[in-house]
């Protein structure tokens, strides 16, 4: 079906096509409720999720796409009966070929690819191959991929906007020219900010003993559980870090991390001449994802404005890098480079899954990423082959680890 029918009220131009990759999660449902703000500006090609039909159909029923993809063979063919028995035409598509279609369809102008984990990193080079606008959230495909992501994003034309709030903060501060390289722009330092989680403050001697819903329990963000956990270690400033050095062509030596436990400031960028950009707001995701969709112009995304007066103060700390090995982890895979970021990812997941089962604890989630890392040697990640190999090999190791260290 054309997508140029649809006409935005009042102007000539055509309403954008999006496909949202992992729509039934935070990011998703950020998105959609963003989109549904701007019925006349976009409309939505494609929706998909790994196993919650009921949510799905909730939203097929709200924005009507022609398509919706589910991994889970059992939860499309429930999705499939009840979307027949409501008379709504959404075809649904099964699988990670069905999540590629989707991202890649012709009347798709823009994917936000929300989906976590490595999982989504298929889909994601899909809709970068295919010359879209990529919204990314899903940093772990850039952290696995880096380089290659890159070159397919330069190769196809596509457009690559940061949704993660660090990131699209950074990208909010940056000139418009600072593909050219950030020293010739009179970018010196990129400072992200980090909330410290749930447990910057907890005593050391404690941090074995956190179970996964204090873990879950962020101060100011609602996330999913996986990114929860990653900001509690701070494995996910870590991730960050590295998709930070991939999306503005810099290296870790240009990056630092600043404890701000207020999250009004989403980062900065330190110029050459002294001047300091920040990009400040309520921690909300609205904010990023109307921005993207949106850039270079600006929609209204229904977040309260800033209260300054209210927010009264604004702290800054050092990370404590004795509680958090996970981001010295980080730096140094992305430091030894080729499939070393990868294997960081991918121990990451495995661990993270084996904590959230209660089978380890939550400091052993840095110990096994650690000896995944010195157990593998990391080769070029030139290929995907190669990146998914060594994602397959890490995880391999990383289970190894949780199933002689585990608690049950
Ligand atoms: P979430 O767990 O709430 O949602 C994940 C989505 O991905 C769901 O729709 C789920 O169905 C889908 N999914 C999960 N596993 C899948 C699989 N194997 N195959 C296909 N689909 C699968 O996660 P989230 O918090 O929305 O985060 C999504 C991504 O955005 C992550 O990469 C995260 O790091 C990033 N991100 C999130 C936030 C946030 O505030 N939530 C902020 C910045 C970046
Ligand atoms: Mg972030």
Redesign the pocket.
Known sequence: MPSDHRLSSGSSSASIGVTV??????????TLDVLARHPGRFHVVAL?????HQR?LEQCQVHQPEYAVM?DRAAAEQLRTELRRLGLPTEVLVG?QG?CEVAALPQTHYVM?????A??LL?TLAAARAGKRVLL?????LVMSGQLFMDEIARSGAELLP???EHNAVFQCMPPNFAQGLESVGVERILLTASGGPFRNLPLEQMHEVTPEQACAHPN????????V?SATMM?KG?EVIEACWLFATTTAHIEVVLHPQSVIHSLVSYTDGSVLAQLGNPD?RT?IAHALAWPERLSSGVAPLDLIATGRLDFHYPDRDRFPCLRLAFEAFETGGTATAVLNAANEIAVEAFLARSIRFTDIARIIEHTLAELTPGPADTLERILQADQQAREQARRLVHDIGHH
Request: glycine content about 12%; aromatic content about 2%.
């Open positions: 990759l992992g729509a039934t999660g935070t990011i998703g449902v950020n998909t999720a790994q196993r919650n799905l991994t990670e999540l690819a929300a989906i976590v984990g999982a989504g889909p959230a899903n940093k772990e495909a949704i993660d709030s963000w609602v996330m999913g559980r996986k990114i929860s990653d996910n991730l995701m990023p």
